[in-house]
T-cell receptor, first 111, second 114 residues
Framework: TQLLEQSPQFLSIQEGENLTVYCNSS?????LQWYRQEPGEGPVLLVT???GGEVKKLKRLTFQFGDARKDSSLHITAAQPGDTGLYLC???????????WGAGTKLIIKP | GAVVSQHPSRVICKSGTSVKIECRSL??????MFWYRQFPKKSLMLMAT?????????EQGVEKDKFLINHASLTLSTLTVTSAHPEDSSFYIC??????????FGPGTRLTVT
């Protein structure tokens, strides 16, 4: 069974600090996706990483896919209150299109 | 980009009544739609997979007679919560895929059963 473990589950930091969220698995994934969800809304796709070792940048967010395609990380530089939200990683199950989800990281950036 | 809409965004109903939630893909044909349920501070829990023109596939523990899913066209799927009870109160989210590996999510529907 493919599983995704996210850490930390909860993170509260001051504006301007840097942080990293991790998404790990013992299984290989063909790709991993990162979503951000705000209260009362559906998840919004931030990025998809496909190639082992791939690094993608989205403004102050840097996403990395592990060389073995078993893990991914999200690094936020100089966090801002607008970054507050629930960050979810997800990856497609090998046999079908269903996504396997991490439990999420609740991020709070204090001004 | 792809857009998925849900209606209604919020609904309050009395215990024992049924509620229908619509999920529409607005600019693409969704061969598969998924229905998720999300509890407060929790990740999404897949309820069922809906393929156009066929019966939905329900995840273990999800009652198919309780949560009726109809995928009548390539742009519309509906979830009906029958005989709703307070424990059915939750945030329901649909998503749609166009044969690719990306899911596009709707904004969600907040159901409150009183």
């Amino acid at each position: 069974t493919q599983l995704l473990e996210q850490s930390p589950q909860f993170l509260s930091i001051q504006e301007g600090e840097n942080l990293t969220v991790y998404c790990n698995s013992s299984s290989v994934f063909s790709s991993l996706q990162w979503y951000r969800q705000e209260p009362g809304e559906g998840p919004v796709l931030l990025v998809t990483v496909v190639t082992g070792g791939e690094v993608k940048k989205l403004k102050r967010l840097t996403f990395q896919f592990g060389d073995a395609r078993k893990d991914s990380s999200l690094h936020i530089t100089a966090a801002q209150p607008g970054d507050t939200g629930l960050y979810l990683c997800a990856g497609p199950e090998d046999s079908n299109y269903q996504l396997i989800w991490g439990a999420g990281t609740k991020l709070i950036i204090k001004p | 980009g792809a857009v998925v809409s849900q209606h209604p965004s919020r609904v309050i109903c009395k215990s024992g009544t049924s509620v229908k939630i619509e999920c529409r893909s607005l600019d693409f044909q969704a061969t598969t739609m998924f229905w998720y349920r999300q509890f407060p501070k929790k990740s999404l829990m897949l309820m069922a997979t809906s393929n156009e023109g066929s019966k939905a596939t329900y995840e273990q523990g999800v009652e198919k007679d309780k949560f009726l899913i109809n995928h009548a066209s390539l742009t519309l799927s509906t979830l009906t919560v029958t005989s709703a009870h307070p424990e059915d109160s939750s945030f329901y989210i649909c998503s749609a895929t166009d044969r690719g590996r990306l899911e596009y999510f709707g904004p969600g529907t907040r159901l409150t059963v009183t």
